[in-house]
């Protein structure tokens, strides 16, 4: 069994400043980790994945994020948020061999002010 | 190359009745998931199904829900006798045969009055 914590269910910043979503996962298997973003009354758009090589994934609008296994953890950054990043963030796991079905956390809202 | 789409965007239901939710998904794509997002909560899996076969609907209560992908047409997640805690955003995405990316689409959004 798979799980996803994300610890932050609210991230305030302001513009402009740097941002860290945090998401650690639990599995006995290894793992493929990706971030969703959802905009208000919107699907989930991807971000970006982990599937193998580099640890260091960088995805659209200027997100990455780093899979650090001994962690179990796969933290999402970005140096310079800006008004249009206000969303909700999932972070998820899903297993590597078969279907693929996602294991999601419960989000984190990051809220970009003025 | 359209996205997935799901129809309707927006559902409302009276309780006791039945709920339809249809599922396209992308050109090529033949595996279609289901996930649920109740409020405050991330998205749970609900079921998995390849053209005409239910593959894993571990997440799926046990009564008044049912899935389908026909031979023709889109995959409906159908919901008997709703009750207010069926209120929630049902995801539909897809992805091709051995792909790990999933594909989401807008995603319709119930709400039993």
């Known amino acids: 069994a798979q799980s996803v914590t994300q610890l932050d269910s609210q991230v305030p910043v302001f513009e402009e400043a740097p941002v860290e979503l945090r998401c650690n996962y639990s599995?006995?298997?290894?793992?493929?980790l990706f971030w969703y973003v959802q905009y208000p009354n919107q699907g989930l758009q991807l971000l970006l994945k982990?599937?193998?090589?580099?640890?260091l994934v960088k995805g659209i609008n200027g997100f990455e994020a780093e899979f650090n296994k001994s962690q179990t953890s796969f933290h999402l950054r970005k140096p310079s948020v800006h008004i249009s990043d206000t969303a909700e963030y999932f972070c998820?796991?899903?297993?590597?061999?078969?279907?693929?079905?996602?294991?999601f956390g419960k989000g984190t809202m990051l809220l970009v002010s003025p | 190359n359209a996205g997935v789409m799901q129809n309707p965007r927006h559902l409302v239901r009276r309780r006791g009745q039945e709920a339809r939710l249809r599922c396209s998904p992308m050109?090529?794509?033949?595996?279609v998931y289901w996930y649920r997002q109740l409020p405050e909560e991330g998205l749970k899996f609900m079921v998995y199904?390849?053209?005409?076969?239910?593959?894993?609907e571990s997440g799926m209560p046990k009564e008044r829900f049912s899935a389908e992908f026909p031979k023709e047409g889109p995959s409906i997640l159908r919901i008997q006798q709703v009750v207010r805690g069926d209120s929630a955003a049902y995801f539909c995405?897809?992805?091709?045969?051995?792909?790990?990316?999933?594909?989401f689409g807008p995603g319709t959004r119930l709400t039993v009055t």
């Open positions: 998820a796991v899903s297993g590597l061999s078969g279907y693929s079905t996602l294991t």
């Open positions: 050109k090529g794509h033949s595996h």
């Open positions: 995405a897809s992805s091709p045969p051995g792909n790990s990316e999933q594909y």
């Open positions: 599995s006995s298997v290894s793992v493929y």
């Open positions: 199904l390849q053209k005409e076969n239910i593959i894993d």
């Open positions: 982990y599937l193998s090589g580099s640890t």
